[in-house]
């Protein structure tokens, strides 16, 4: 019952949390970890529980690893994918972002996350995860010029997914 969007730099999602289907409150849906030149944004979609380990997973394996490397490259060790794959064994099926930028480089590289142990990248210009509905509604959204937060609006408001009741409910960020 989520929607997280990144178009143009700015990563945006929803603040609704769901419990069997339900808004019970609000969260936010993404983190950032900075390490050396290196910045890390984390988006994911799911359970509470599963965002908080997929997150600190990243802040892990960042903090585990040199920060002086393309980020472009960027892709988990084999160790990693271990750890990864035992760690979300049990979880919920989640979809997140994950986005690295380099102070040396001004272009954002950004990947798909899920249950499958791998950072896959994403070359579309503009790029939604999470609820089918959501996404499917986000991304006509920004084909026809909508901007990462008008999408989420767009989306929440078209699939009733969130009480989007001003700029408050949505959150974003400019990756750079």
Request: aromatic share 10%.
């Amino acid at each position: 019952m989520t929607i997280i969007v990144y178009k143009d730099n700015i990563l945006a999602s929803d603040r609704a949390e769901y419990m069997y289907g339900i808004v019970t409150g609000e969260r936010q849906k993404f983190c950032k970890y900075v390490e050396g030149g290196m910045t890390y944004y984390v988006a994911v979609s799911g359970d509470t529980a599963t965002a908080a380990i997929v997150c600190d997973l990243i802040k892990f394996f960042i903090e585990t690893r040199y920060s002086d490397y393309i980020p472009h490259q960027f892709k988990f060790s084999d160790v990693e994918r271990d750890i990864w794959a035992n760690s979300l064994s049990n979880a919920d099926t989640f979809s997140g972002v994950l986005i690295i930028v380099s102070e040396h480089v001004n272009i954002p590289a950004v990947f798909n996350l899920s249950n499958t142990p791998y950072a896959l990248p994403v070359t579309s210009e503009e790029y939604a995860v999470g609820s089918e509905d959501a996404v499917i509604a986000a991304r006509a959204a920004m084909m026809a010029g909508a901007t990462a937060r008008e999408a989420v609006k767009i989306a929440c408001e078209l699939t009733n997914i969130a009480q989007i009741k001003g700029e408050a409910d949505i959150d974003s960020v400019c990756v750079i």
